[in-house]
Antibody, heavy 118, light 107 residues
């Protein structure tokens, strides 16, 4: 069965960096675009970034452009999110999600919590 | 960027009620609209894709309709397991946006 397992979330000070990982299993990872979506405490869902199946194309939300970098290693079935210059407003549960092109996010991980606080 | 606006923000209903949630897009998105259900502490779950297609395994009491800029999610007979937050989401030209969510609570 499809499984997405995020890791790497923790408490970090403003201005610092953090890398999140998402380990995928149960499907052909290299055939799917993958996304990061986040949810601040008590708030709605916010799309963060996408990477194409082959890693060549990447798009970002304006709120993270220039600070976050999405990447993938298809040999390891793993998705990454490098988060630099973290801000208090980046505090959120970060989910990785598989995109069933061109429809919708059909599988989600359980999420990993990033807390940015001094 | 395309903005998605859901209404209402909160909906109070009883078991057995017919419930409708509306989602409006700031510009036409054809039928590239999905609906998700989220329960506390859990990841969202896909219910409807391409505006009206029911995801495999989702009960048939859930249905979606609409195209262009106006869409609806209908629950034909609300069940205890359906009390949750519902989000619409659009996909258009390398842009993905969610609505702000509609909380369906017990009346």
């Amino acid at each position: 069965q499809v499984q997405l397992v995020e890791s790497g979330g923790r408490v970090v000070q403003p201005g610092r960096s953090l890398r999140l990982s998402c380990a995928a299993s149960g499907f052909t990872f290299s055939s799917y675009a993958m996304h990061w979506v986040r949810q601040a405490p008590g708030k709605g869902l916010e799309w963060v970034a996408v990477i194409s199946y082959d890693g060549r194309n990447k798009y970002y939300a304006d709120s993270v452009m220039g600070r976050f970098t999405i990447s993938r290693d298809n040999s390891k079935n793993t998705l990454y999110l490098q988060m630099n210059s973290l801000r208090v407003e980046d505090t959120a549960v970060h989910y990785c999600a598989r995109f069933r092109d061109p429809d919708a996010f059909d599988f989600w991980g359980q999420g990993t919590m990033v807390t940015v606080s001094s | 960027d395309i903005q998605m606006t859901q209404s209402p923000s909160t909906l109070s209903a009883s078991v057995g009620d017919r419930v409708t949630i509306t989602c409006r897009a700031s510009q036409s998105i054809s039928r590239w609209l999905a609906w998700y259900q989220q329960k506390p502490g859990k990841a969202p779950k896909l219910l409807i894709y391409k505006a009206s297609s029911l995801e495999s395994g989702v009960p048939s009491r859930f249905s979606g309709s609409g195209s262009g800029t106006e869409f609806t999610l209908t629950i034909s007979s609300l069940q205890p397991d359906d009390f949750a937050i519902y989000y619409c989401q659009q996909y258009n030209s390398c842009s993905w946006t969610f609505g702000q969510g509609t909380k369906v609570e017990i009346k």
